[in-house]
């Protein structure tokens, strides 16, 4: 894992635990939380950056989300249960982290580099142009690249605080 993505999820894990200074009301959601719904998000045990050490808690056998699901293990499975406590997780993660703070914005921004995300994005229409056999493929991924370099990293800072341009 890149030290960067370190960074983002030893954050991100600890904003879910509610131990972030920034999200205040996600401490109240992380109590609120029943244990026996199929959200369960990892603890933050340990994280050295100058060692590029992060220790997340081990979930044990947590079934995956297709596997809570479609599996059904125990009469008291349900599929509408399992779906209904995912949405209203997700309904109320939603409502807390809606709002971020300027600074949390400005810091996230500060880890993001697009140079690797665009690229990855101009080599995919490359590649999937090149082969549906398009002769112009090359021309096209470039558009792309141009595009996505051109495009205003204000829009991304706008995104983040819920005030999208149209087509971004």
Partial sequence: MSIKRQIVEKR???ILAGEDEE??????FVQNVDPEKPVRIPRLIWHD?????????DLGKMRTLSEALFAKQSPDDNVDDVAAGLGAYLFEFYNVTSDPPSSFI???ANLSDLSGIRQYLVN???TNLSGAGLE??????ERVRTAL???DTANLDRCLARECPSGF
Avoid at 136 to 141: E, G, Q, R, V
Wanted: hydrophobic share 50%; aromatic share 12%; charged share 25%.
């Fill in 136 to 141: 112009d493929a090359t021309i096209f991924s």
């Fill in 23 to 28: 999200f205040p009301e996600m401490k109240r």
């Fill in 49 to 57: 950056e100058d060692a590029n050490v992060l220790w997340i808690e």
């Fill in 124 to 126: 995919m229409v490359l």
């Fill in 12 to 14: 991100a894990l600890q």
């Fill in 106 to 108: 400005a810091y996230m």
């Fill in 149 to 151: 370099e051109e495009s």
